[in-house]
């Protein structure tokens, strides 16, 4: 088998970033240090920083992120979006308003002229979001 899952790097806030994630998406999640692992802390000061992280949602979503230590170059997410569809308009309206929340709406959780609902936004950790809802998702 074989899967394809977003992998967000963060800067010194992977964990705040990740509890959001599970409080709106539910879940189990899976968080390892970089203090966790011998001889992976470079800064005694970024033990606490996550090197791994995953969400697995109740519907078998899974969402990763790690926190990029200091000695390593950092770019905040740019260019990609994670997307987000389905059919269940309740549902979906309400995991948006949960990862919208602090973020900014760059387009409105609406129909588009598509016929279908759609809509982006930028959460509070930076990361881009595109929700699509309709009947027939792909």
């Known amino acids: 088998m074989t899967t ?17 994630y599970q409080q709106a998406l539910g879940g189990d999640l899976q968080v390892m240090t970089f203090g966790d692992m011998p001889g992976m802390v470079e800064d ?4 606490r920083l996550v090197m791994h992280s995953m969400l697995r949602t109740p519907d078998g979503l899974v969402l990763m992120g790690s926190d990029t230590p200091a000695h390593m170059e950092y770019q905040a997410p740019q260019g990609v979006s994670v997307s987000l569809s389905g059919s269940d308009e309740d549902a979906l309206r309400a995991i948006w308003a949960k990862l919208a929340d602090g973020g900014t709406v760059t387009m409105p959780f609406e129909q588009a002229p598509w016929g279908d609902l759609f809509g982006m936004f930028i959460d509070r950790f930076g990361v881009s979001w595109m929700f699509s809802g309709g009947d027939e998702q792909g």
């Not at 394809?4 to 959001?20: G, H, K, T």
């Not at 005694?44 to 033990?47: D, K, R, S």
């Open 4 to 20: 394809l899952n977003p992998y967000i790097s963060f800067r010194d806030n992977a964990r705040e970033a990740m509890e959001f």
């Open 44 to 47: 005694e000061a970024e033990q």
